[in-house]
């Protein structure tokens, strides 16, 4: 079955700064890819998803995401955070043709104003 | 569409009770999930229905948990008797479901807590 790491469990940021949240995933077949954001008291919330395609793809607030395979990687991106973007962040796979979906244990983002 | 609409938002009750967690899909999709969220063990996959038929109950935690989906539009998740290790967020999500997968929409969850 597939499975999802992220490596970072609390990043905090200053407002302007870049965000980069890490996220690899273990399955060898084909995967569509997806990240979610959770705001304080919350449910889940899709950012972006891949499926095929462009591997960059782009989503909600400025996010994006880069797929590798080679690296079966598919860290998430902003060029510049705000306060708003505090929030916990999870990483989402499942294997093509399943729809048990695998969340990562979640990355914490805290901006400071 | 109203998205997918859980009940109640919160509930607070005591070791051994009866607690019954309900979902109602968004309309038209085939798919729905439950999934617990902890501290401890982050968002995990308890039970998820295809048309109304369980595909996988491997996440239910032990037998004191179980799910049904009567109709389209309904579903249940039971824990009896309850104890206080099964406080935690229950999510219901559902998903158009295509043969690749695709998206999951969550409802807004339910914070159980048992005392």
């Known amino acids: 079955a597939q499975s999802v790491s992220q490596h970072n469990h609390h990043v905090i940021l200053s407002e302007a700064a870049s965000l980069e949240l890490g996220c690899n995933y273990s399955y060898g077949g084909t995967v569509n890819l997806f990240w979610y954001v959770q705001y304080p008291g919350q449910h889940l919330q899709l950012l972006l998803k891949?499926?095929?395609?462009?591997?960059l793809v782009k989503g909600i607030k400025g996010f994006e995401a880069e797929f590798i395979k080679s690296k079966f990687s598919f860290n998430l991106r902003k060029p510049s955070v705000q306060w708003s973007d505090t929030a916990e962040y999870f990483c989402?796979?499942?294997?093509?043709?399943?729809?048990?979906?695998?969340f990562g244990a979640g990355t914490r983002l805290t901006v400071k104003p | 569409d109203a998205g997918v609409i859980q009940s109640p938002r919160h509930e607070v009750t005591e070791m051994g009770q009866e607690v019954t967690l309900r979902c109602k899909p968004i309309s038209g999709h085939d798919y729905l999930f439950w999934y617990r969220q902890t501290m401890m063990r982050g968002l995990e996959l308890l039970i998820y229905f295809n048309n109304n038929v369980p595909i996988d109950d491997s996440g239910m935690p032990e037998d004191r948990f179980s799910a049904k989906m009567p109709n389209a539009s309904f579903s249940t998740l039971k824990i009896q008797p309850s104890e206080p290790r099964d406080s935690a967020v229950y999510f219901c999500?559902?998903?158009?479901?295509?043969?690749?997968?695709?998206?999951?929409?969550f409802g807004p969850g339910t914070r159980l807590t048992v005392l």
């Open positions: 989402a796979v499942n294997a093509w043709g399943n729809n048990d979906m695998r």
């Open positions: 891949y499926f095929s395609g462009d591997p």
């Open positions: 999500a559902s998903s158009p479901g295509t043969s690749g997968g695709d998206t999951q929409y």
